[in-house]
C-alpha cells in the first residue's frame, strides 16, 4: 500500500496487546496506519511518540515491523454498489464480489445540525401488536431490543426488518455467531430482498477490536443513502453489548480508569455518538431517513448494567422480549416496554382512541398480573380478579405474541373485542367520546 | 497576545507549548487544516498548558499553531436572543451552512443588523452603579432593559445618552464617565464569563413565591416557587422528559431556557416544532417566544456539553438583571457530571466516587447556588427557578451526582420505575419526593394570601393519608382482601382516589394536560371532601373497591372536561350525588 513519497518506519519502541508506540512526525490524531499489513488508528499522540491501536491485535509483530501512515481516517467508499453486498469492519467485500468504487468517506463523520432534522413522523408498520399498537416506532428512531442471549431477538428483528417500507436495510453485525450470519443472510435472501440489504459483518471469528468500526461503517453507508438518495434506510444493529465489550477491552489497554461494570468513562458518549445519526430530515432537504433498531443482550435481564442502562438513556425507548406461560409464545412485554416517539403518531397517524385503548389494556393486564400474585399467595380472587385472568390470556394469544400480524385498525377493533369480553364501562377509565363511538355492550 | 504550538493529543485533550502567559480557563484556538478549533485551557504544568477542545480534534498534528484570546470562556448577552437555537457555546444554530455541524464553524449569537426600538430611562446627569437600567427595548414582548456594564466598579454619570429610537446592538447608545475620569461607551451587548455567578443584585432572600406549573403533583403536592431550586431523578423511561416539556409550556414565568445537555436531539426538535405553535397559557402568545434552547446534543463534543449549563445560567441570570422571572431547565446534569469525568480521565487525575471528579458536590452545589429570588439595586425583583434532571446509572440513587445534588436542591421529585411501569403517569413518588419550600413560614404567608389559609393544611393531610393508603396496601397484600377490617380497604381507596385524580394527569391530553390553580384548588377540595367523609357504610370489600373504582371514573372525567363547562358540573354533580 506504502507509495513513494510515504516514508515507512521500521522501529516500533512498545508492544502491548493492543498498541504498538513508535516515534513518527507529521502523524494527524485518529489516522489510519499500516503494521506488516495490519490497520492500525492513532489514539495518542505525546511529542514524537506515537500510539496506535491495532486492530486485528498485535501478536505476531515484530519490533522492526513495517508502519506506514495513510494520512486518512478509517473511510468506507460509497455508492449504488453497495446494495447487495456483504463487507467486513473494513469496508471490503467477504462475498467474493469485486471492491466498491465510489466517493470515499471518512466514517464517524459530523452531526446533524439539530434544527436540520424534522420531527420524525411516520408510523413504521410492523404487523405485531406489541410493537405497533403499545409501542408504534417512527421512522428516523433509534431504538433497541434488550434481551437476554437466548431470547430470538434476531427472528424478531429480521421480521420487523422484512415487514418494514424501507428502502434500504444496513446490517452491522459485531460478534455474530457463524450461524446467526447465515440465518440473516437466508432470511433476506429467501425473501427477494437482497438487492436492498447492505451488511457489514464481524463474526465471533474476527478480532474482537476490528468491532468497533462496524456501527460506523454501517452508518455512513446510511447516511450515503439518506442524505443522498432521500431514502428510507433502517439501520439494524447486533449486538451492541459486543461493540461496548470492545470499547473496555481498548480503553484498559489504554491503561483508563475504569467507570461502572469496567465500561470506559466516556460509554455514554460513545454510544450516542452511534445512535444519534438516527434522523428524519426535512423535505426541503429532499427527505430521507435513517432509523436504527438495535439488539443489547442483557446479562440475566439486569438493565442495571451499564451497557443498557447508558443505552437506556440514549435511545427512544427500548423493546423487552418475553415468554409468556399461559400463552406459551413469545410476547413483547407490555410492562417494561416503550417507544418515546409513539404519541407522534399514535392517534395522529392511527385512529384517535389508540392512546387511550393502549393504556387502558396495559392498566388491565398489570390488573391480572397482580391478581396472578394473589392466586400465588393463596388469597381468593374476586369475580373482578377473574376476568382480568381471562383477558389477560386473550391478550397475550390475540395481540402481544410476536406471531400476530394485523393493522393497527385490526389490532384495535380486537381491543375494544376484549374490552366489550370482559369487563363493565367503568373499569376502562376511557373518555367517554370513544367509549361512546365503540362500547357495544349495552348496560 | 500569546501563541502555543501542539505538543500531544489524546482525543480532546490537547497539550500546547506556549510562550508566554496564560489564563486558567483561557480560550484558544487551533488551527488544523484551515479549521480554527475552539479550545480552554484546564491545567499547566510549566510552558505545557493542557486544553480541552470542543471539537473533534481528528487529524490534528503536532506542530499545529494555537492562538490564545486573553479571555475565559464568555458569551454575549443583548436583544435578539429569545427563540434563538444556540449551541453550548453559543453559536447560532440557525445561521450554520448544511446539513450537518462543521468543525470550526462559529457564528454570531446576536443579529448585528437588526435595528430595536430604544427608550432611554435615564438621562445625562444621573449617577448609575454597574447594571442600572439605562433604557429599554421591546423583545417579543419582554420589555429588556439595556445596562451598565456589569463589570463596571464604583458608579458612573451618564455623560449623554441617544434619544428614543432605532438602534442596532453594537451601537453606542450612550457614555458614562467614571470615577476616574474615563469615558465608557455603552451598547446594548454586556459580555460575561460563564463560569462566574452574576451577583449584581442587592439582597437574595429566601424565595416565597409559588411558580405556577399547571402540573398538580408539583403545584399542589410539592410546589416549586420562584426563585426555588429542584431536581428530578429518575431511571430513563419514568417521564422525565415529559414532565421537563410540561413545565416549560405551562409554568408561569416571563422567559423559559431549555438546556438541553447531552441528551437526544429529537428532543430539541420536539421543542422547536411544537413551541412556535403553543400557546403560552398565561399571556396566550407563542411559547416559542419566551423560550430560548441551549442544544448541546449527546453526539456534539463533549467539553462543550459541559459549557451549556453555564451559558444557559449566564443567559438566565441576564434576564433577571432586568427584573424577569426567568425557569431555566437542564436535562440532564448528570450528562454534565460525566463530560467532567471524561476530562479528569483524561488528564489522569485520581478519581473520587464512581470514578467522577472529587470537586463533583462543590460544582454542583455552585451551579445551584446561582438561581435565586433577588431584590436588584433598584428595588425591582427578578428570579432565577432551576430544575434539573438527574439520570442516575442504573436508577439507583445513591451515585454521585443524585447525592450531591440532594444536599443543594430544595425540591425533590422523584421518579419512580414502578409507577411508570404501572402507567401511572407524572411518575413521581408522592411519598418520598418533597418541597422544603411547604415548611417555609414565607411560603406559608404567601399562599394564605394568594389561594388561601386551609391550602397548606388540607395538602399536608392528603399527604398523610397517601402515606397510610401504602401502609394499608402493604398488609393487605400481606393479609389478603378478606384479612382486613372493610374500613381498611376504604382507606386505601382514600390513597387511591387522591393518586388518580390528583397526582396522576395525562400530559397528552388537551385538558388534563394543564391544570390552573383555580382549577387545583376546586379538585383539592373535592378530593378532600371525599376522603373527609367517615360514615361510607359499605358491608364488605368488593362493595368499596366499586364505589371508588366508580367516583375515580368520575373525577377522571372531570379532569378530561372542559373547566367549568357543561359537561364539567354534570360529572361533578355526579360525584357530589355519590357523596
Not at chain 2, 417521564?239 to 422567559?255: C, M, P, R
Request: glycine share 8%.
Amino acid at each position: 500500500m506504502a507509495t513513494a513519497f510515504q516514508k515507512v518506519y521500521t522501529k516500533i519502541s512498545q508492544i502491548t496487546k493492543a498498541t504498538c508506540s513508535l516515534k513518527a512526525k507529521g502523524v494527524g490524531y485518529d489516522e489510519l496506519a499500516t503494521i506488516n499489513g495490519r490497520l492500525a488508528q492513532v489514539v495518542k499522540i505525546v511529542g514524537d511518540d506515537v500510539t496506535l491501536q491495532v486492530f486485528e491485535g498485535t501478536g505476531g509483530i515484530p519490533t522492526n515491523a513495517e508502519v506506514t501512515f495513510l494520512g486518512k481516517a478509517p473511510s468506507l467508499k460509497v455508492s449504488d454498489d453497495l446494495a447487495g453486498r456483504f463487507f467486513n469492519a473494513y469496508g471490503h467485500p467477504i462475498d467474493g464480489g469485486p471492491e466498491i468504487e465510489g466517493k470515499e468517506v471518512e466514517i464517524g463523520g459530523p452531526s446533524v445540525n439539530p434544527v436540520r432534522r424534522k420531527q420524525p413522523s411516520e408510523l413504521i408498520a410492523t404487523g405485531i401488536a406489541g410493537i405497533d399498537l403499545n409501542n408504534t416506532l417512527v421512522s428516523g428512531q433509534k431504538i433497541p431490543f434488550f434481551a437476554d442471549p437466548d431470547q430470538p431477538f434476531n427472528e424478531v428483528m429480521a421480521m420487523v426488518a422484512m415487514r418494514a417500507k424501507a428502502d434500504k436495510i444496513i446490517l452491522g453485525g459485531m460478534g455474530m455467531t457463524n450461524d446467526d450470519y447465515y440465518f440473516f443472510r437466508n432470511t433476506f435472501s429467501n425473501a427477494g430482498a437482497l438487492d436492498r440489504i447492505i451488511s457489514f459483518i464481524n463474526t465471533t471469528e474476527d478480532p474482537a477490536v476490528e468491532r468497533l468500526l462496524i456501527p460506523d461503517m454501517a452508518l455512513t453507508a446510511a447516511e450515503y443513502f439518506a442524505v443522498e438518495k432521500h431514502e428510507t434506510v433502517l439501520v439494524l444493529l447486533t449486538d451492541m453489548t459486543s461493540y461496548a465489550d470492545s470499547l473496555s477491552i481498548v480503553s484498559n489497554r489504554m491503561d483508563q480508569i475504569p467507570s461502572k461494570d469496567s465500561m470506559p468513562g466516556s460509554l455514554y458518549s460513545d454510544l450516542a455518538k452511534i445512535y444519534e445519526k438516527a434522523v428524519q430530515f426535512p423535505e426541503s432537504v429532499g427527505g430521507g431517513s435513517i432509523t436504527i433498531i438495535a439488539v443489547t443482550t442483557l446479562s440475566g435481564g439486569d438493565i442495571t448494567h451499564a451497557v443498557p442502562d447508558n443505552t437506556g438513556y440514549i435511545t427512544e425507548g427500548q423493546l423487552y422480549l418475553r415468554r409468556d406461560s399461559d400463552v406459551g409464545k413469545v410476547v413483547v412485554d407490555p410492562f417494561r416496554s416503550l417507544s418515546r416517539l409513539k404519541q407522534l403518531v399514535a392517534g395522529k397517524k392511527t385512529r384517535k382512541d389508540h392512546a387511550q385503548v393502549m393504556n387502558a389494556a396495559i392498566r388491565l393486564y398489570a390488573d391480572a398480573a397482580n391478581a396472578k400474585t394473589k392466586l400465588e399467595n393463596g388469597f381468593d380472587l374476586t369475580d373482578y380478579d377473574n376476568r382480568c385472568l381471562d383477558y389477560a390470556k386473550d391478550y397475550a394469544e390475540k395481540l402481544l405474541a410476536i406471531d400476530v400480524n394485523l393493522n393497527t385498525e385490526e389490532m384495535l377493533d380486537v381491543t375494544w373485542s376484549l374490552f366489550n369480553k370482559h369487563f363493565e364501562l367503568e373499569e376502562l377509565n376511557i373518555k367517554k367520546e370513544f367509549t361512546d363511538q365503540y362500547w357495544t355492550k349495552k348496560g | 497576545m500569546t501563541k502555543g504550538i501542539v505538543s500531544g493529543v489524546v482525543s480532546n485533550m490537547v497539550t500546547l507549548r506556549v510562550d508566554g502567559p496564560v489564563l486558567q480557563g483561557e480560550i484558544c484556538y487551533i488551527t488544523t487544516g484551515g479549521d480554527r478549533l475552539m479550545a480552554e485551557v484546564i491545567k499547566v504544568v510549566g510552558s505545557d498548558v493542557y486544553v480541552q477542545v470542543f471539537e473533534s480534534t481528528r487529524g490534528l498534528k503536532v506542530g499545529s499553531q494555537a492562538e490564545f484570546t486573553g479571555h475565559q470562556l464568555e458569551i454575549q448577552l443583548g436583544p435578539g436572543m429569545l427563540s434563538k437555537n444556540y449551541d453550548g457555546l453559543q453559536n447560532d444554530l440557525d445561521k450554520m451552512d448544511g446539513v450537518f455541524l462543521r468543525r470550526g464553524q462559529y457564528t454570531a449569537p446576536l443579529d448585528e443588523d437588526r435595528l430595536w426600538d430604544f427608550e432611554p430611562i435615564v438621562k445625562a446627569g444621573d449617577r448609575v452603579q454597574g447594571s442600572d437600567w439605562l433604557g429599554k427595548v421591546e423583545e417579543n414582548h419582554q420589555p429588556l432593559k439595556i445596562m451598565a456594564p456589569f463589570q463596571m466598579e464604583g458608579t458612573a454619570v451618564v455623560k449623554s445618552i441617544v434619544p428614543a429610537g432605532q438602534y442596532k446592538v453594537n451601537d453606542t447608545i450612550a457614555v458614562l464617565t467614571t470615577e476616574a475620569g474615563e469615558d465608557i461607551n455603552v451598547t446594548m451587548v454586556q459580555h460575561w464569563p460563564v463560569k462566574f455567578a452574576m451577583t449584581n443584585y442587592k439582597e437574595k432572600p429566601r424565595p416565597f413565591k409559588l411558580l405556577e406549573t399547571g402540573v398538580r403533583t408539583i403545584d399542589t403536592f410539592n410546589p416549586i416557587v420562584e426563585g426555588g431550586t429542584g431536581f428530578i431523578p429518575g431511571p430513563f423511561g419514568t417521564g422525565k422528559t415529559v414532565l421537563q416539556h410540561a413545565i416549560s409550556k405551562q409554568a408561569e414565568a416571563d422567559i423559559v431556557i431549555i438546556a438541553a445537555c447531552g441528551e437526544r436531539a429529537n428532543e430539541v426538535v420536539e421543542i422547536f416544532t411544537e413551541f412556535p405553535e403553543l400557546i403560552d397559557p398565561h399571556t396566550g402568545r407563542k411559547l416559542m417566544e419566551r423560550t430560548i434552547i441551549i442544544a448541546n446534543t449527546s453526539n456534539m463534543p463533549v467539553a462543550a456539553r459541559e459549557a451549556s449549563v453555564y451559558t444557559a445560567m449566564t443567559m438566565a441570570e441576564y434576564y433577571r438583571s432586568m427584573g424577569l422571572r426567568v425557569l431555566l431547565m437542564a436535562d440532564s446534569t448528570s450528562r454534565w457530571a460525566q463530560a467532567l469525568r471524561e476530562m479528569s480521565n483524561r488528564m489522569e487525575e485520581l478519581p473520587g466516587p464512581d470514578a467522577f471528579p472529587m470537586d463533583l458536590g462543590a460544582l454542583v452545589a455552585n451551579f445551584y447556588g446561582r438561581a435565586g429570588y433577588v431584590y436588584l439595586n433598584n428595588g425591582e425583583v427578578g428570579s432565577v427557578t432551576f430544575l434539573g434532571t438527574v439520570s442516575p446509572a442504573g436508577g439507583n440513587l445513591k451515585e454521585p451526582v443524585t447525592e450531591n445534588t440532594k444536599k443543594v436542591a430544595r425540591c425533590f421529585y422523584a421518579l419512580e420505575q414502578d409507577r411508570a411501569d404501572k402507567k401511572r403517569y407524572p411518575a413521581v413518588n408522592p411519598i418520598d419526593s418533597y418541597s422544603k419550600y411547604l415548611e417555609y413560614p414565607e411560603f406559608a404567608e404567601y399562599i394564605k394570601g394568594h389561594i388561601n389559609e386551609e391550602w397548606i393544611p388540607k395538602v399536608l393531610a392528603l399527604k398523610t393519608r397517601m402515606q397510610r393508603g401504602k401502609e394499608i396496601a402493604e398488609q393487605i397484600n400481606i393479609l389478603g382482601d378478606d384479612g382486613v377490617p372493610v374500613e381498611y380497604h376504604v382507606t386505601f381507596w382514600k390513597s387511591e382516589i387522591i393518586d388518580f385524580v390528583i397526582l396522576q394527569q395525562d400530559a397528552f391530553d388537551e385538558i388534563d394536560a394543564v391544570t390552573p390553580l383555580e382549577r387545583q384548588e376546586e379538585i383539592l377540595n373535592l378530593v378532600t371532601a371525599i376522603c373527609d367523609k367517615e360514615d361510607y357504610k359499605f358491608v364488605e370489600f368488593e362493595e368499596v373497591t366499586r364505589y371508588f373504582k366508580k367516583m375515580i371514573n368520575l373525577c377522571k372525567q372531570m379532569n378530561y372536561s372542559v373547566y367549568k363547562s357543561e359537561q364539567y358540573y354534570d360529572f361533578k354533580k355526579q360525584v357530589e350525588a355519590m357523596l
